[in-house]
């Protein structure tokens, strides 16, 4: 970056000043060396003025001899009178005494002792001399003036030695001011020399320092003008400005100033930044892998697309839901459970390349983008089949927290798609439907997208839609179905829920309860059956007739762990004032399986009541003798599955005939649902199994319709001695 001509002259300004302040300096050394020159010339016209007076006394003299002669000629042609002669005299002595003086001042003046010691005395004594001899020619003139002219020869004699001493001093002055001025002369260019030179140097030193100073400020200016240009242009989030620093530190006055508000300016544009950034990590990515979130997927498959468009390549997008984690959330917490996240997010991020994005759309599911896939599907899906099995070797690897190895797996979903997409969504929508149908399919496997999968997931949706206005509109409704004893005698109904759907018609909760699990549905639904059923009992308790029968509820994992459902199992009862051991919940194998501990103790709390417990669908989960010894059960209910085929499947004869026999050993009354034959129920019988319940004795039936089958079967009365397990029991 330069500065521009207005900086420059800014910046040159305080060179023309300094000029200026140099061409002052010349000036006032000139200003001296003529004062010099001054002083000797001074000098000089001292030397003119002896040389002038010396020249002087000559001229006087000569007019002093000239009235001398007058006078003499005068006395001789006797055409003088004595008063004449006697004035004359007068005249002549004044003058020589006024000459007299002015010889002694010059003899005596350093100029002329400089010059010559010995010419200044002898010209003194010489004019002393002159002077007497005149003097005295003066005295005798009137007496005898032949006298007077031979004193005044004589007084000749000595004005001549006076001349020489006279002109010996002038020419020695002329001379000496003639060396003066040569030496003058020359030490005047000497000095004009050093003058020039050394106002030359200074010119130089003051040129080359405010060059220096110019330099300085332009350089700073151009820190500061390039900190200004990298805080308008950077976009990183520090911004390194060591130049403003040290200014800032070494430099005060105003630029320290600026240099001040500049670093102030980029702590406020970093903190900006950083803020940004942190909204922009808010928005975009997942606080807690610090994987891209679902919008930043949504991002690059639109930017994808570009690249689908441009080079003619697939893309696709992998839906992955981790097989289990919920248990491993509910049984070890969410500590556990969101380390175990954070490494599938860094296994997956490693199990890709480059340029695909791995994403966390929230609880256990992750996105994944792959690009730049073949144009022709069937080798698109090859490609996206090894990164498959790349993830799912990738997340097979144990994992081991807390001491404890965590085998993961996953159902993934896969989407292919090119630049001809409908919607943005569709990719993740059909992953996911690929993806509920790897779940359907036995879990860790996976499965690409197939429209029919999603019109069913359409449906599924649909159908979630209208479950949540069923229960607002209250179409749900209880249907019940008998469970016999060994005696063929009706000792209790299980509830079964029904959905009326206005258009639907009837839609099984084997539908329904799944989907109703899946969101918080289930919670009003199991309340609302929970509710109903104790109600049941109640209107029953006042008939002697139906005072003996228990109702069996289906409890699901969800609303079993709610945190006050022994509360609001309680509150049923007391709500209604029923026996609590008319009340019977069915739990399944895997509700009592995701946390045995918390469920034992709510089971215990319950069971303090008088609450009874049937384990529904035994035989399906992997109940072990170990645990189900420590649960407080009442009941074990064979899966109906086994039952189905008892009579010809060995397998299944001999698993349910395991099961009996272990709920002998527990002391546990044994039943078995799905009878739907006589021979079923003989075969089960004759294992020891003494419960019934299937459509050999009744369907699932409105309250209505089983009052009728109540009024034409054999009901346990209220007073029956207890089953025969129950007696054991009781024994033990
Ligand atoms: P479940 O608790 O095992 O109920 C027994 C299911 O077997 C019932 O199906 C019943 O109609 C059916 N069934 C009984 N006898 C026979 C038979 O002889 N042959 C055949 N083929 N089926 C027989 P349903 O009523 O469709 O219920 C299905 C499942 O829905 C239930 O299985 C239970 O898990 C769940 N469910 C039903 N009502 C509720 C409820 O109120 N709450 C909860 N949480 N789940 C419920
Ligand atoms: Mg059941
Ligand atoms: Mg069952």
């Known amino acids: 970056m330069k500065a521009g001509r207005s900086l420059q002259i800014f910046l040159l300004l305080p060179l023309v000043l300094v000029l200026v302040a140099a061409l002052v300096v010349v000036y006032s050394a000139l200003t001296s060396v003529r004062q010099q020159f001054g002083l000797v010339s001074a000098e000089q016209n001292g030397d003119l003025h002896v040389i002038e007076e010396a020249a002087g006394f000559s001229r006087d003299i000569g007019l002093i001899q000239k009235r001398m002669s007058v006078a003499l000629e005068g006395t001789s042609a006797g055409s003088l009178t004595e008063l004449q002669l006697y004035r004359m005299h007068t005249a002549i002595v004044n003058d020589l005494d006024a000459l007299g003086q002015r010889v002694q001042h010059l003899a005596k003046s ?93 010119l130089l030193l003051l040129f080359a320092l405010t060059l220096w100073v110019a330099r300085r400020s332009s350089r700073r200016m151009m820190d500061i003008a390039d900190a200004l240009s990298a805080l308008t242009h950077s976009e990183s989030k520090t911004i390194d400005l060591p130049q403003i620093e040290a200014m800032q530190r070494d430099v005060g006055g105003e630029l320290g100033r600026i240099a001040g508000t500049l670093l102030a300016f980029r702590s406020a544009l970093e903190r900006q930044h950083q803020a940004e950034e942190e909204a922009y990590q808010l928005a975009f ?26 080079h003619h390549e697939r893309a696709a997008v992998m839906l992955i839901d981790m097989d289990g984690f919920k248990r491993i959330n509910d049984a070890r917490g969410y500590a556990v459970g969101d380390q175990i996240l954070k490494e599938v997010g860094r296994r997956l991020s490693i199990s890709v390349s480059e340029n695909d994005t791995v994403a966390r759309l929230g609880g256990d599911k992750f996105g994944i983008l792959l690009v730049s896939l073949h144009a022709r599907s069937q080798k698109a899906a090859g490609k996206v089949e090894r990164v498959v099995s790349h993830i799912t070797a990738g997340l097979a690897a144990p994992l081991t927290m807390n001491e404890q190895d965590y085998f993961l797996t996953a159902s993934i979903g896969v989407a292919l798609f090119d630049e001809n997409l409908q919607s943005l969504d569709d990719p993740l929508r059909h992953a996911e439907a690929a993806m509920y149908q790897a779940k359907k399919d036995g879990r860790n496997t996976f499965r690409f997208y197939d429209p029919d999968i999603q019109a069913h997931l359409e449906a599924r949706v649909g159908l979630e839609t209208d479950l949540r206005q069923a229960v607002l509109r209250q179409e749900l409704r209880l249907f019940y179905q008998t469970q016999v004893d060994e005696q063929d005698r009706v000792c209790g109904v299980e509830a079964l829920v029904r959905w009326f759907h206005p258009e639907r018609g009837m839609v099984s909760p084997a539908q329904f309860i799944p989907l109703a699990e ?82 034992i103790a709510k089971m215990l709390e319950l069971r303090a009541q008088g609450v009874r417990f049937s384990m529904d669908d035994f035989g399906t989960g992997y109940s072990s003798l170990q645990y189900l010894k420590r649960l407080p059960l009442d009941q074990l209910k064979i899966e109906q599955s086994f039952v189905r085929d008892i009579t010809t499947d060995p397998d299944d004869a001999a698993i349910v005939q395991t099961i009996i026999a272990m709920g002998r050993a527990l002391r546990l009354e044994v039943i078995a649902e799905g009878v739907e034959t006589r021979e079923q129920q003989n075969f089960l019988r004759e294992q020891g199994c003494c419960a019934y319940q299937g459509y050999f004795f009744s369907k699932p039936l409105p309250l209505e319709q089983l009052e009728a089958v109540l009024s034409a079967s054999t009901v346990i009365e209220a007073t029956a001695p207890l089953s025969r397990v129950e007696q054991q029991n009781a024994l033990v």
């Open 110 to 202: 350093e100029l002329v002792l400089d010059v010559n010691h010995g010419s200044a005395k002898g010209l003194k004594q010489e004019f002393e001399s002159y002077r007497r001899f005149v003097v005295m020619s003066t005295d005798v003139i009137a007496v005898d003036p032949t006298v007077a002219k031979k004193l005044m020869d004589q007084a000749q004699q000595h004005f001549r030695e006076f001349a020489i001493f006279s002109s010996r001093i002038s020419a020695l002055l002329a001379e000496r001011s003639q060396k003066r001025n040569a030496v003058q002369t020359q030490s005047f260019a000497h000095v004009l020399d050093r003058v020039l030179w050394m106002g030359l140097v200074g």
């Open 518 to 599: 899946e969101s918080d549905l289930i919670l009003p639904i199991g309340h609302w059956v929970l509710k109903t059923a104790c109600r049941q009992l109640q209107t029953w308790a006042t008939d002697p007739q139906r005072a003996g029968l228990s109702i069996a509820v289906n409890v699901s994992a969800r609303q079993f762990r709610q945190r006050d459902f022994c509360q609001q199992v309680r509150a049923a009862l007391a709500e209604t004032g029923v026996q609590p051991q008319r009340l019977k919940l069915e739990l399944t194998e895997s509700l009592v399986l995701e946390d045995v501990e918390a469920t």
């Open 285 to 310: 990515y997942d606080s807690l892998t610090q994987l891209p979130n679902r919008r930043m997927l949504v991002e690059r498959i639109q930017r994808a697309l570009k690249g689908c468009a441009r």
